[in-house]
């Protein structure tokens, strides 16, 4: 398959809600399959929702109650992997016959601490697998553990061969190499950054690695949180999240123009042969790389996954 429609998904959460927030996901898939979308990216932490602007009443040699409490709320709203409530997922993506990436804050089952982390599934065989943030930016180390290499995954399926980033973590070269490394076709880069330079990192991405890439992100202000937690949300001038989700082509082509200040689809249709014919210029892990100067080898990084 060379050709398919993918979209990217920028909507609010139900922060703090699980189970309500999982219905939303229900809605705009059934949005997105009726405009043709094979492959749909929701963004960073939708599920439970990024916690933009909580300080966990916490500060260097300080926590607090209110922050414990705080942070068991949101762990109790975050998401187990294994879980019904990835069983739930992954029936949706059969539901609406489409691949499907979501950002969760995930509960690890035995100890806990909470993952920023990328899922996958398939329209046939439900689960694929999972990407765990590997570093989490300032602040949210508070909140989120670093992933490992095991985690640094991706995934080779009928629609293209699927791998990505989460947020700033494409900041890091490295990172990076290692999805191109993997061969990567469609590169998912769900984030919370809604600044004008985001966009260009992505265009950046897809010119490195000779890849579309999908950048997805919520829309979020501070009003959509429960009333009860808006009081402990730190005031700044990026108190909300204006989106800035867009497609990128191989070539850094914006084909989906970046979305702000609403929720919405972004779609686009995409030809894989790009992905090929684009490296003709530049094929960073192909004629353009140095074996003889540089070793790069990610011990624990796991074989490409079959789907």
């Given amino acids: 398959m060379d050709k398919l429609t ?3 998904v920028q909507a609010t959460p139900v922060f703090f809600d699980l189970n309500t927030t999982l219905k939303r996901v229900d809605f705009w898939l059934q949005e ?3 405009q043709g979308c094979r492959l749909v990216l929701f963004p960073e932490s939708f599920i439970p929702g990024y916690p933009r602007g909580l300080t966990f009443d ?4 300080h926590r607090g109650d209110p922050g414990r409490d705080l942070y068991q709320k949101y762990w109790e709203n975050s998401v187990e992997v294994p879980s019904k409530e990835v069983e739930m997922l ?6 609406y016959q489409t691949y499907l990436g979501i950002g969760v804050t995930e509960r690890d089952q035995v100890n ?3 993952y920023c982390t990328l899922l996958y599934f398939s329209p046939e065989y439900g689960y694929l697998g999972k990407h765990r943030k590997l570093k989490p930016t300032g602040v949210e180390r508070l909140v989120w553990g670093e992933g490992q290499a095991d985690t640094l995954i991706a995934v080779n399926a009928k629609i293209g061969r699927l791998g990505g980033l989460i947020c700033w973590e494409n900041y890091m070269p490295l990172a990076r190499m290692a999805m191109y490394q993997m061969g990567v076709q469609i590169y998912l880069a769900p984030t919370a950054d809604a600044r004008p330079g985001w966009t260009a990192t992505l265009q950046h991405i897809a010119l490195e690695g000779r890849c579309f890439v999908l950048g997805c992100n919520q829309f979020f202000r501070k009003e959509d949180y429960p009333a009860e937690y808006q009081s402990l949300v730190k005031e700044h001038p990026e108190d909300f999240c204006r989106g800035g989700s ?3 082509a191989p070539d850094g082509k914006i084909l989906s123009e970046p979305l702000h200040d609403k929720e919405g689809i972004l779609t686009a249709t ?3 042969t790009d992905t090929v014919r684009h490296k003709l210029d530049f094929d960073v892990v192909g004629h353009y790389s ?3 100067v540089f070793d790069f080898k990610i011990p624990g990084q796991p074989k490409i996954l079959q789907e």
Avoid: E, M, N, Y
Avoid at 58 to 61: D, F, H, K, L, P
Avoid at 90 to 95: E, G, I
């Fill in 270 to 272: 995409i030809d894989l």
């Fill in 58 to 61: 916490a500060s260097i040699g």
């Fill in 112 to 114: 806990g601490t909470l």
């Fill in 32 to 34: 997105a399959s009726q």
């Fill in 290 to 292: 140095r074996d003889d």
């Fill in 90 to 95: 992954a029936d949706l993506a059969k539901k």
């Fill in 6 to 8: 993918v979209g990217v």
């Fill in 246 to 248: 867009t497609i990128i």
